[in-house]
């Protein structure tokens, strides 16, 4: 089992940036892969952003490239998602998540969540 706790979350104004971080504990990640995901009230839950750990190889849904960039830190056991030119429409709370394997955008394929951490844009 993989613990994972989100921070960095915040409230910014549009046009704006905030870097979310999640830290890992419990497992060596480099036979899994990490996933961002976000919901946002009355929405489902939807893919916004992917990393292969051993690689760093990334992932992102169409409606953040660009925009969004995940990465992460071995010595730290902690994955990174810059977000920059935020918009409203990116209200939501944050999930980081974990799975052994490789990277999908399915959420519901990602067995270790983080608590969740809300992002608000203001306009």
């Known amino acids: 089992q993989v613990q994972l706790v989100e921070s960095g979350g915040g409230l910014v104004q549009a046009g704006g940036s905030l870097r979310l971080s999640c830290a890992a504990s419990g497992r060596t990640l480099s036979t899994y892969a990490m996933g961002w995901f976000r919901q946002a009230p009355g929405k489902e839950r939807e893919f916004v952003a992917a990393?292969?750990?051993?690689?760093?190889?990334?992932w992102y849904a169409d409606f953040v490239k660009g925009r969004f960039t995940a990465s992460r830190d071995p010595a730290k056991n902690t994955v990174y998602l810059q977000m920059d030119s935020l918009k409203p429409e990116d209200t939501a709370v944050y999930y980081c998540?974990?799975?052994?394997?490789?990277?999908?955008?399915?959420?519901?394929?990602?067995?270790?969540w983080g608590q969740g951490i809300q992002v608000t844009v203001s306009s």
């Open positions: 998540a974990a799975r052994k394997g490789l990277e999908t955008s399915t959420w519901n394929s990602y067995d270790n």
């Open positions: 990393i292969r750990w051993i690689t760093g190889s990334t």
